[in-house]
């Protein structure tokens, strides 16, 4: 799928691909059926709770140790967008060895943050409702910004640059959104996960 391309035909960012369609409305509706019938807990980070719900499958990351932990494996009813994803990131399928599914219920959104460095590529999708992935880095007079319009049952691919060397975050919204990222181990995350595992 082609990446994102502004006006000039450049990519939004190196690094930062966009795709939309990668469901369809009936799949993103039962999607949506199996992630609420998960047990999804308010995300926490040192006493604070933010008000997203989220879950994680294959590997979890553990905020308060700064760790990651195996988790459950990968439920079957992802498998089918895990394909999709990988092949969109153009990556082997079990190489996304962490799926995270999030709620975003009116007035949750998430704060500006790079993913974990135990993560290498960043493959997110949307469902419900548009939202606008922001992006920005720190430039010597203030922030370069971009933004990345999010609709359902699209799909974007960060790494590289854009993965790395970027922030990124998603505005609190007022009508309810779900997404499910899948991630990649780092080099890093591969010697923490030998480590886990014992
Ligand atoms: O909901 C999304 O698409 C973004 C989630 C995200 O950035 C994260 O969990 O690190
Ligand atoms: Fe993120």
């Known amino acids: 799928m082609a990446a994102q391309l502004d006006l000039f035909g450049t990519p939004l960012l190196p690094g930062l691909s966009y795709g939309e369609d990668v469901l369809d409305a009936a799949e993103e509706a039962a999607l949506?059926?199996?992630?609420d019938a998960c047990e999804l807990t308010p995300f926490r980070f040192q006493g604070w709770t933010g008000k997203r719900l989220t879950t994680s499958f294959g590997w979890s990351y553990d905020f308060d140790r700064g760790r990651i932990a195996p988790g459950a494996p990968i439920p079957e009813?992802?498998?089918?967008l895990r394909e999709r994803a990988a092949r969109f990131?153009?990556?082997?399928?079990?190489?996304?060895?962490?799926?995270?599914?999030i709620r975003y219920d009116p007035g949750a959104g998430i704060g500006w943050h790079r993913d974990r460095p135990m993560f290498e590529h960043v493959v997110g999708i949307s469902l419900g409702k548009p939202a606008v992935l922001r992006l920005r880095r720190r430039a010597d007079t203030g922030f370069d910004r971009r933004s990345l319009p999010l609709a359902?049952?699209?799909?974007y691919h960060l790494c590289g640059e854009a993965r790395?060397?970027?922030?990124h975050g998603i505005a609190a919204?007022?009508?309810?959104?779900?997404?499910?990222?899948f991630r990649s181990l780092s080099a890093l995350g591969r010697r923490a996960a030998a480590l886990a595992q014992g």
């Open 173 to 181: 919204m007022e009508r309810t959104r779900w997404s499910v990222t």
């Open 89 to 101: 990131a153009d990556i082997p399928a079990a190489e996304l060895e962490q799926a995270l599914l």
């Open 152 to 155: 359902p049952r699209s799909i």
């Open 32 to 35: 949506v059926e199996a992630i």
């Open 77 to 80: 009813f992802l498998s089918p």
């Open 164 to 167: 790395h060397a970027w922030e």
